[in-house]
């Protein structure tokens, strides 16, 4: 298989070694990015650890027609877009000219609105299948591996699932007062916008970061977890029969709250332009230059990230709730491929999602799917061997009802 990989960050560069490690498959990988110099450090990386070659390109893959020129001389079976969510559309338009298959770990959201939803995306359905091709959304770890868990525990655990909360914790220390472990801007938009969740086919807004839950994650212990609305919720509420209702919770500490909270307050996480010395600049993107590169974080990362999707339904007529889940160690992942595990768990399901198509399993039809529409068996077995393993055990009961943070607060 000859695969583009577009972007050279954090989660891109675990892609690209992943690639290498299974070079039996991936005969031809080309990287392109927008500041070269990330690929180039890259392709010399891959050389030294895996003796593979790889081929790399500057590229802004906002315009399309830069994408199409790429494509074109490199001919790749499949584009794998590990570039930023504002770029979806105008690679699957690239693709869509070319006739390539696509694949993201994160769905479009429009650079001057912090609104992330499939519609854009599924807008391409029609143009995909006259195409010939197939787009795969959202292939990463969350939005990604835990579709498939729900996919999983659909075809072979459960003969309704009723009740699903995507649970995902970092319980990692990389002895920064202030980072995020994914790219800044991305992540920010993400936890400062208002949450959501979905019951009994309607959705229910909440304040940002209002609600949340304690949870035993698995190798980590009790963490408070966070209702926030994430965009698997979309499609799952849509994919998995029998739903009532599906959450999503994510851990942060009180110091990143209080980060969070003191930037939101004074205007640095605001996306629109404001005049600063005669110039426009964007507060969110400034901030995002002060921080720390999600790459750079890798070494001296210690601890583990928990993410699992806990699922109550029926099996045989009887009530029953099942966890799978995977814990990933961030030394480990910086031993095998100089990153963190956040990069590391987003970067190693596009890889086996590449084999699957390789090999036949995935994107037997043209269209535009969510991962969890994809043959779940065959990735699980796989992804495991990648890295990635999994584990599912039965809990006595699901994760119930919200508590409020909010009303603590005033109470206080
Ligand atoms: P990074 O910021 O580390 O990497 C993004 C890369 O994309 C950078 O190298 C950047 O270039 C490049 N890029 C940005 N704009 C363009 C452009 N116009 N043309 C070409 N290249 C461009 O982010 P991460 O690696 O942390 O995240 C990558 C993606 O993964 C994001 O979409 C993120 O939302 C998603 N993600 C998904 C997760 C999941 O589990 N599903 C979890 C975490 C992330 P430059 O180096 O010049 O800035």
Same mark, same amino acid.
């Given at each position: ?30 990287? /392109? ?30 315009? +399309?027609?830069? @994408? ?7 001919? +790749? ?20 000219? @070319? ?6 770990? /994160?769905?479009?959201?429009?650079? *001057?609105?912090?609104?992330?939803? &499939?519609?854009?995306?599924?807008? &391409?359905? !029609? ?19 835990? #579709? ?10 459960? *003969? !309704? ?10 319980? $990692? *220390?990389? $002895? ?14 993400? =936890? ?15 304040? +940002? ?16 977890? &966070? ?14 029969? $029998? ?17 969070? !909270?003191?930037?939101? #307050? ?5 996306? *629109? ?25 890798? !070494? #001296?990362?210690? $601890?583990? %990230? ?14 029953? @709730? ?12 910086? /031993? ?5 595990? =956040?990069?590391? %768990? ?21 269209? =535009? ?7 779940? %068996? +065959? ?31 005033? /109470?206080?």
């Amino acid at each position: 298989m000859k695969v583009l990989i577009i972007g050279a960050g954090a989660a891109g560069s675990v892609v690209v070694k992943k690639c290498a490690m299974n070079k039996d498959v991936f005969t031809s990988v080309h990287l /392109a990015s927008r500041t070269v110099s990330k690929c180039e450090k890259l392709q010399k990386q891959v050389k030294e650890q895996f003796d593979f070659d790889i081929g790399v390109s500057a590229l802004d893959a906002d315009k +399309p027609e830069e @994408t199409i020129a790429l494509i074109n001389q490199v001919k +790749p079976d499949l584009v794998i877009n590990m570039a930023l969510p504002y770029q979806d559309l105008a690679i699957m338009d690239a693709c869509l000219a @070319t006739k390539v298959n696509y694949m993201d770990t /994160a769905n479009y959201e429009p650079i *001057d609105e912090a609104k992330f939803e &499939y519609h854009w995306q599924w807008a &391409y359905q !029609e143009r995909f299948k006259e195409a010939g091709i197939t787009a795969i959304l959202g292939c990463g770890f969350d939005p990604g591996q835990t #579709n498939i868990y729900c996919a999983y525990a659909q075809k072979h655990l459960f *003969d !309704e699932i009723n009740y699903i909360d995507i649970v995902d914790c970092n319980a $990692g *220390d990389h $002895g920064q007062a202030f980072a995020t472990n994914f790219n800044p801007e991305i992540n920010l938009r993400e =936890v400062t916008q208002r949450g959501k969740y979905w019951e009994n086919g309607q959705w229910i807004d909440t304040d +940002p970061l209002e609600f949340y839950k304690d949870i035993d994650f698995p190798g980590v212990g009790e963490k408070r977890g &966070y209702l926030l609305y994430h965009e698997e919720l979309e499609s799952l509420c849509q994919n998995i029969k $029998g739903l009532k209702r599906i959450r999503f919770w994510m851990t942060f500490g009180d110091e990143y709250i209080k980060h969070m !909270e003191v930037l939101q #307050n004074i205007g640095m996480t605001r996306i *629109d332009p404001v005049m600063h010395n005669g110039a426009e600049i964007v507060p969110i993107q400034f901030l995002k230059t002060l921080l720390p590169e999600p790459s750079s974080l890798a !070494e #001296n990362y210690e $601890g583990k %990230t928990s993410i699992g999707c806990i699922m109550t339904g029926i099996k045989d007529g009887k009530e029953k @709730t099942i966890f799978i889940y995977n814990i990933c160690d961030h030394a480990q992942t910086h /031993a095998e491929v100089g990153a963190q595990a =956040v990069s590391y %768990t987003t970067g190693v399901p596009p890889v086996t999602g590449a084999l699957m198509i390789a090999r036949g399993e995935w994107a037997q039809e043209p269209g =535009v799917f969510n991962v969890e529409q994809m043959n779940p %068996t +065959p990735f699980m077995e796989e992804v495991a061997k990648q890295g990635l393993p999994w584990h599912i055990i039965e809990l006595p009961a699901g994760l119930g009802e919200l508590t409020q943070r909010r009303k603590e607060k005033d /109470a206080a």
